[in-house]
């Protein structure tokens, strides 16, 4: 009988790959449901958590920040003109923490069996996800008992504003974990980056009251910025297209920039994580 010989090698292109993706989609299912049973295994309130957070902090803001913030945006309420943007910036948050550290978690099931290492990212931010829809119905929710006018461009602009969102930290979640495989010190790194993206991100301020223009560009290359805006412009905002148009093209440049590095380095994770 004649021996078969199985010959592995790296992929020479650069590629998503997305028919093996969808082979091995079953995958997705089983991460993004483990993640969530353990992320609210043994605790009493459950899925609760992922409002408690961002009410908590929307009720400190207004208190702290309504008399002396007076945002362009003067039809949003201040509680809801806060609570959008904190919704959109803690689905960012947590989607690019955990995919960040997504490949180093997962290093045990890395060394022994093979399959598409973004299903690992595309898991960690679809547990993100699930937490923000939750937290959107409650923000919907809380818009019709404050009497919130909501246009019918929400129907467009909501999803718009989180898949810009989910794109922007698939891009950076992707390119960290990579980073983070060989180089841990991005582990330590990631908090401060987001802290530094949080106060540049226009939760608790609007892009408008900001006069000077290249500081307005500037802070237009976070990406959840323009998302905000496109949400708070179904809320009676006044949005800033240059804003919303960087904020496209940065957070394309991020998934482009983390797909190649992470197809370029993930044949070593095995040894690496």
């Given at each position: 009988?004649?021996?078969?010989?199985?010959?592995?090698?790296?992929?020479?292109?650069?590629?998503?790959?997305?028919?093996?993706?969808?082979?091995?989609?079953?995958?997705?299912?089983?991460?993004?449901?483990?993640?969530?049973?353990?992320?609210?295994?043994?605790?009493?309130?459950?899925?609760?958590?992922?409002?408690?957070?961002?009410?908590?902090?929307?009720?400190?803001?207004?208190?702290?920040?309504?008399?002396?913030?007076?945002?362009?945006?003067?039809?949003?309420?201040?509680?809801?003109?806060?609570?959008?943007?904190?919704?959109?910036?803690?689905?960012?948050?947590?989607?690019?923490?955990?995919?960040?550290?997504?490949?180093?978690?997962?290093?045990?099931?890395?060394?022994?069996?093979?399959?598409?290492?973004?299903?690992?990212?595309?898991?960690?931010i679809?547990?993100?996800?699930?937490?923000?829809?939750?937290?959107l119905?409650?923000?919907?929710?809380?818009?019709?008992?404050?009497?919130?006018?909501?246009?019918?461009?929400?129907?467009?602009?909501?999803?718009?504003?989180?898949?810009?969102?989910?794109?922007?930290?698939?891009?950076?979640?992707?390119?960290?974990?990579?980073?983070?495989?060989?180089?841990?010190?991005?582990?330590?790194?990631?908090?401060?980056?987001?802290?530094?993206?949080?106060?540049?991100?226009?939760?608790?301020?609007?892009?408008?009251?900001?006069?000077?223009?290249?500081?307005?560009?500037?802070?237009?290359?976070?990406?959840?910025?323009?998302?905000?805006?496109?949400?708070?412009?179904?809320?009676?905002?006044?949005?800033?297209?240059?804003?919303?148009?960087?904020?496209?093209?940065?957070?394309?440049?991020?998934?482009?920039?983390?797909?190649?590095y992470?197809?370029?380095?993930?044949?070593?994770?095995?040894?690496?994580?």
């Amino acid at each position: 009988m004649k021996a078969t010989r199985t010959i592995i090698e790296a992929p020479q292109n650069i590629s998503l790959r997305l028919s093996e993706i969808w082979q091995y989609r079953e995958l997705f299912y089983f991460f993004t449901w483990r993640d969530i049973k353990v992320k609210y295994k043994q605790t009493y309130l459950g899925i609760l958590w992922a409002v408690i957070q961002p009410i908590a902090l929307m009720l400190l803001f207004t208190l702290v920040f309504s008399k002396h913030f007076s945002p362009a945006d003067s039809v949003i309420d201040y509680k809801i003109f806060v609570l959008s943007g904190l919704i959109l910036w803690t689905l960012f948050y947590s989607a690019t923490s955990h995919a960040a550290e997504s490949i180093v978690q997962h290093a045990g099931i890395i060394k022994k069996i093979y399959f598409p290492r973004l299903i690992i990212i595309g898991s960690a931010i679809l547990t993100a996800l699930f937490d923000f829809i939750i937290a959107l119905i409650l923000f919907l929710a809380l818009c019709i008992f404050w009497q919130q006018p909501i246009s019918w461009e929400a129907a467009f602009l909501f999803p718009a504003a989180t898949l810009l969102v989910l794109l922007s930290s698939f891009g950076i979640g992707t390119l960290l974990s990579s980073l983070n495989v060989k180089y841990r010190d991005f582990r330590y790194a990631l908090p401060f980056l987001l802290q530094f993206l949080f106060f540049s991100s226009q939760v608790v301020y609007s892009m408008a009251d900001i006069k000077e223009q290249w500081a307005r560009h500037l802070l237009s290359l976070n990406p959840v910025n323009g998302a905000i805006e496109l949400l708070r412009i179904s809320l009676g905002g006044h949005g800033d297209l240059n804003v919303i148009m960087i904020s496209i093209i940065t957070a394309f440049v991020l998934s482009i920039a983390g797909i190649v590095y992470f197809r370029k380095t993930e044949a070593y994770f095995a040894d690496l994580a």
